[in-house]
Each structure stands twice: as structure tokens, then as C-alpha cells.
């Protein structure tokens, strides 16, 4: 922790675990991964952290525990990048909200449409199945896992020869699942 607070100032009041020597998780309410690498970081889902020198924040899906912060982060310079499926709940969020109208059919049939944002939030990139994010020598792979929201994306990377892969909550503990939907 001592070395993640010394070359990312913002981690110091964060726990932040380090899982490899240039990725980091800190430990929240939502997990948010921190890579950095030639003095640029990268973070993905954010969660409430908006106090970050982040160059990217990628997400994996549109609910505001993983992506309260986008909004801050986007305004402080970070380009956001979102599932193509969501692109709609971080860029138009009040006309989602605004055209929700059948909310009985929403929540009748489980669907997690109306966990989400209450503000804009403007996207640089939106990946779908089979895109890859290049970014300081790592490959980011875009891979639809619809499951927790119907436009998940995980995140598959290599790194110092493991992959690794990032879930959002579709898997939200050691084998287990979020929802059953």
C-alpha cells in the first residue's frame, strides 16, 4: 500500500491491494482496478472515486454503484469508455429515465434497467463483442457477458502472464453469482 500511495496520491486514504506489480484493487463498495504504467493510469469501474489522475476509466456496466464517479472523472479529463449495448444509460441518462414508463413490466420480469445513472455522463468509446482496448502496451478484449444488466462487458487482459479477467458483478465473490437472471 505504502508504494501505491507514493506513485498514486489519490490511493493514500484507499485500501489498495496490490495483485500484480502495475495493477492494484482498491476495496470498496465496488472494486475498482488500478493499473498503472508510465505514469498514466487506468482505472475500471470506478465506482464513487472521483478524485483520480485517470486517463481511462472503462466500465462494465451502467449501475451507479460501478459508475457513480464517470461523470467527475470525465469532467477532470479521464475518457470513459462503456458497453456499446449501455452507451445509452451514460450518454442520454435523462431520457432514459424520462421514457420510463412501464415500470411494471420492468420490475414484473427482474430486469435491471432502472438501477442506473441519474446523469450524463459523455462517452469517448463504446466496445462491443471482440474489440480490444490498447493502452500502454496491455490489450483490454471486449467480451459480452449479458447477465447482472443485459449490456455487460467483461475485460479480458494479460498481464506479467496471467489473464486476468473483470467482471463488474456479474461474478461478485469466489464462485458466485449477483443474480440469477
Known sequence: LLR???ALPFL???QAEEILPSLRIIRRAVNTA????NGKTLLIDSGDLQK???EWALFTHHHPDQASGAATLAANGAKIAVPAAERHF????QNVWDTA???LDHD???RPDLITLRDPVPVTVAFKKGDVHEWQGLKFASL????HTDGSLTYLVELDGKRIAFTGDLIYAPGQIHDFY
Open 101 to 103: 414508463d412501464n415500470r
Open 90 to 93: 451514460f450518454e442520454d441518462a
Open 12 to 14: 493514500a486514504a484507499a
Open 4 to 6: 501505491a500511495a507514493a
Open 108 to 110: 414484473y420480469n427482474c
Open 144 to 147: 459480452e457477458t449479458p447477465g
Open 34 to 37: 488500478v493499473f498503472e504504467r
Open 52 to 54: 483520480s489522475p485517470a
